[in-house]
């Protein structure tokens, strides 16, 4: 799906993803960075928001025992009380659109959102730093890609020339995820393809989009470890696999050329990968098998819950269970929740949900099942 020409609005992470519309006023690729305004939103703190606790949240974390989430407006919620009750944050020092959240421990978190943002927190949430920008990541991109020119290496001329686009086009390319495996090592990915890492907390940041296959510059939606594998997925079936000894990413060839939006890994390499329209394929060593909710509601959300089941969320705000393998998925029997975006559970076992109308908490006990 090229959104070249689209424009990103209405911001939801992943059921609005499933058109691509990115959200609120701080985004759109309709044409180039309008660098008089978005330096606006990059140096502007977030305020404090009347309707904060009702405002669109797109990631959910939990850092020890409180819960974080982030939305529009660079709008942070901290819960206490395992989701019972929320407070704004107000140490976010930007107001652009937040679409996900990480902690590696209860006090070191980052988020990352519209504008090429990457914040960093060393207090649980409380306060939060600037670690990078857009015309931060178009800089290191531009420069790996000329650095790689110079060594005479293999499609760098158009390394080179996309990197040039970006540097161009300013900071108008949202990063839509990121992970943390511990308090050095993390990732981040987002919209054509943009990718970086690091190996020191953030102090400093290098160019990931040299090591993955990803020809066209493909949106780049989900990141997170399999075992010692690194797993990106995203639009037109792209599936990248980085393996603990491979120095670059790998791709792996899949059925579907709709979008995924995430994945669950499984037991031995097995992965649940999800999409667009209802899309779910379950990989193993037999190769792939769809997976049939009897529904074509784009996928939004996926979680192993502490059992090894499997939680997915779909863009109507509906929950389905699966077992352990990634099958024999049930919808469970609650009321819709409008737009869930991402989900975590909470250290009581309740489920907390970040939707379009701000954090929602579910007892655990809608996790039962007959059958179990």
């Given at each position: 799906?090229k959104?070249k020409?689209?424009?990103f609005?209405q911001v939801l992470k992943?059921?609005?993803?499933s058109?691509?519309l990115?959200?609120t ?7 180039p960075?309008?660098?008089k305004?978005?330096p606006d ?10 309707r904060?606790?009702q405002?669109i949240?797109l990631g959910?974390a939990l850092a020890?025992?409180r819960l ?13 009380d ?5 407070r ?12 996900d959240?990480?902690f590696?421990?209860?006090m070191?978190?980052?988020a990352?959102?519209?504008?090429g943002v ?11 730093t600037l ?8 800089d290191?991109i531009?420069q ?10 293999p ?6 020339r996309?990197?040039e686009?970006?540097?161009?086009e300013?900071?108008?390319k949202?990063f ?5 495996a ?8 987002g919209?054509?393809g943009?990718?970086l890492h ?6 400093s ?8 296959p990803?020809t066209?510059?493909r ?6 470890m399999?075992?010692?594998?690194r797993?990106?997925?995203?639009e ?5 696999r980085h393996g603990?000894?491979?120095s670059?990413?790998?791709r792996?060839?899949?059925p ?6 995430g ?7 097995e992965?649940?990968v999800?999409?667009?329209r ?11 098998e769809a997976?049939?909710l ?8 996926g979680?192993k819950l502490k059992?090894?089941?499997i939680?997915l969320a779909?863009?109507g705000?509906?929950l389905?269970l699966g077992?352990d393998r990634?099958?024999d998925?049930?919808k469970l ?5 409008p ?6 559970l909470?250290?009581d076992g ?5 939707t379009?109308?701000g954090?929602?908490?579910l007892?655990?006990?809608i996790?039962?099942?007959?059958d179990?």
């Amino acid at each position: 799906m090229k959104i070249k020409n689209a424009k990103f609005n209405q911001v939801l992470k992943a059921s609005v993803l499933s058109t691509l519309l990115i959200s609120t006023a701080d985004f759109s690729l309709a044409q180039p960075a309008d660098r008089k305004s978005l330096p606006d939103l990059l140096e502007l703190p977030a305020q404090q928001a009347a309707r904060a606790l009702q405002s669109i949240q797109l990631g959910i974390a939990l850092a020890g025992e409180r819960l974080i989430s982030v939305g529009e407006q660079g709008i942070v919620l901290l819960s206490d009380d395992n989701g019972r009750s929320w407070r704004q944050s107000t140490g976010v020092p930007v107001s652009v659109t937040l679409t996900d959240v990480e902690f590696a421990s209860s006090m070191d978190g980052w988020a990352a959102g519209h504008s090429g943002v990457i914040l960093h927190t060393a207090d649980g949430g409380e306060t939060w730093t600037l670690q990078m920008d857009g015309y931060k990541a178009a800089d290191l991109i531009h420069q790996e890609a000329r650095r790689r020119l110079d060594a005479g290496m293999p499609d760098a001329e158009d390394a080179v020339r996309n990197a040039e686009y970006l540097v161009k086009e300013g900071a108008d390319k949202p990063f839509l995820d990121l992970f943390f495996a511990d308090q050095n090592r993390g990732w981040a990915v987002g919209a054509y393809g943009i990718a970086l890492h690091t190996l020191d907390g953030g102090q400093s940041w290098q160019s990931s989009v040299e090591l993955i296959p990803n020809t066209g510059g493909r949106h780049l939606y989900s990141v997170q470890m399999e075992g010692s594998r690194r797993i990106i997925a995203g639009e037109q079936g792209s599936l990248f696999r980085h393996g603990a000894e491979a120095s670059t990413y790998s791709r792996v060839e899949t059925p579907y050329e709709g979008t995924f939006f995430g994945f669950v890994p499984l037991y031995n390499d097995e992965l649940l990968v999800f999409g667009l329209r209802g899309n779910v394929w379950r990989s193993s060593n037999e190769g792939w098998e769809a997976i049939d909710l009897g529904s074509e509601a784009t996928l939004t959300a996926g979680l192993k819950l502490k059992d090894d089941r499997i939680l997915l969320a779909d863009e109507g705000g509906h929950l389905m269970l699966g077992n352990d393998r990634g099958l024999d998925f049930k919808k469970l029997d609650i009321n819709p929740v409008p737009s869930i975006t991402d989900m975590t559970l909470a250290r009581d076992g309740a489920l907390i949900l970040a939707t379009a109308r701000g954090p929602v908490r579910l007892e655990d006990s809608i996790f039962a099942l007959e059958d179990k």
